[in-house]
């Protein structure tokens, strides 16, 4: 070992030019490589569905298995959709598209990993390549865009209809408070009539009837619209699928981390040795031919 170390010491300038070719090498490819690269992130969350009457979660929906998510993201129709929103040729967008689970456990093949169980999970969509910022940045976008209409269809309906009730209950509330004001207005003016005290009992009888019914169906229509106005947050905020965060366009950092540059001159100088030894080596074939 000493006598290897000796030999590979005489050609120690091979093993210093081999480190910091490496070393150079590695630097330059990664400078070079990511003035060319921009990247862009978007985070989805896929929503947790309930059921109709919101008594329970719908469990096994298509936003159970992240699985399908992925597949969809990545399908031809909407890498194409995503490739005209940027201004990219469709055919190289698809493999520069990732998209990942947040899901703890799983796994998958090409464009990401998957896992089924324990509900919908965050859906990460990025785009890198050879483009510019706004370019995957809006691919980017488009892809999520595509994938939160996508998981949203049953959520939408629900939505629209729970809109409808809302809209509904609040009109009749409506009529019923004009119902209630009329009445008011009615008994104050028999009230202030020179009627006999009979004949104003009896004119106010109805009014008073009309009182007591509006009373109690807006008791029912308060209690209702408060519910559904709960349900319907609860649809929009909680069971739909939206963003946790858009894409935001970003240019790629250069790969001059110390690990690489570590691991670029730990190679160098193992290729270093063994150029200053096979050197040595050559170098003293003649010394023993003479000898």
Do not use: C
Request: charged share 15%; proline share 4%; no cysteine.
């Amino acid at each position: 070992m000493t006598e290897y170390f000796r030999r590979a010491m005489r050609r120690w300038y091979v093993i210093v030019l081999s480190v910091v070719a490496a070393v150079a090498l590695v630097f330059l490819h990664g400078v070079s490589g990511a003035t060319k690269q921009s990247a862009a992130t978007a985070s989805v969350y896929l929503g947790q569905p309930f059921t109709p009457g919101g008594a329970s979660v719908l469990t096994s929906t298509p936003l159970s298995n992240p699985q399908i998510s992925i597949q969809y993201v990545t399908a031809p129709q909407q890498i194409a959709k995503a490739a005209a929103a940027a201004g990219i040729d469709h055919r190289s967008l698809r493999k520069h598209v990732s998209v990942l689970s947040s899901s703890p456990a799983g796994a998958g093949g090409g464009a990401g990993k998957a896992s089924t169980g324990g509900g919908p999970p965050t859906i990460s969509i990025t785009v890198e390549g050879p483009w510019t910022r706004a370019k995957v940045q809006a691919a980017t976008n488009s892809l999520a865009h595509s994938l939160i209409d996508y998981a949203n269809r049953y959520t939408t309906m629900k939505t629209d209809l729970i809109s409808g009730r809302v809209a509904t209950e609040k009109a009749e509330l409506k009529v019923l408070q004009e119902v209630q004001r009329r009445a008011h207005a009615n008994l104050a003016a028999i009230d202030a009539s020179n009627a006999a005290p009979l004949d104003k009992v009896a004119a106010s009888s109805p009014f008073v009837s009309n009182l007591s019914a509006a009373a109690d169906q807006i008791g029912t229509l308060t209690l209702n619209l408060t519910n559904d106005q709960v349900a319907l947050v609860a649809a929009k905020d909680i069971e739909s699928s939206q963003f946790i965060s858009q894409a935001a366009g970003h240019q790629v950092s250069a790969a001059t981390r110390r690990s690489s540059l570590i691991i670029a001159a730990m190679v160098g100088l193992i290729v270093g040795i063994g150029l200053a030894l096979a050197w040595e080596a050559l170098s003293s074939r003649p010394r023993r031919a003479q000898a």
